[in-house]
Nanobody
Framework: QVQLVESGGGLVQAGGSLRLSCAAS????????MGWFRQAPGKEREFVSV????????DYADSVKGRFTVSRDNAKNMVFLQMNSLKPEDTAVYYC????????????????WGQGTQVTVSS
């Protein structure tokens, strides 16, 4: 079982940056592909980014490409989401999640989820 805890959310003005972190428990972190999702009020949870087990493969939603960067540190059981040039439409609760699949872009691909961290971007 994997336990995930996100941090780093907050209130930022449009154009600003935030770095989200996700700390994972367990000794098998490097065997999981890690994803970031977000959910805005009244909307379904949506894919943001994914990073493969070794970190050599990444993918992004079109809405965040060129602005967000995902990375991981397997030695520290951490995954990160650097968010730049933030827009009001990025406002949501952001979740990290883990899967045994090689890659996944749908919520149902993932087995374990963190509690989420709120990101609010003001205009």
């Amino acid at each position: 079982q994997v336990q995930l805890v996100e941090s780093g959310g907050g209130l930022v003005q449009a154009g600003g940056s935030l770095r989200l972190s996700c700390a994972a428990s367990g000794r098998t972190f490097s065997s999981y592909t890690m994803g970031w999702f977000r959910q805005a009020p009244g909307k379904e949870r949506e894919f943001v980014s994914v990073i493969t087990r070794s970190g050599d493969g990444t993918d992004y939603a079109d809405s965040v490409k060129g602005r967000f960067t995902v990375s991981r540190d397997n030695a520290k059981n951490m995954v990160f989401l650097q968010m730049n040039s933030l827009k009001p439409e990025d406002t949501a609760v952001y979740y990290c999640a883990s899967t045994r699949l090689l890659v996944g872009t749908w919520p149902h691909d993932y087995d374990y989820w963190g509690q989420g961290t709120q990101v609010t971007v003001s205009s």
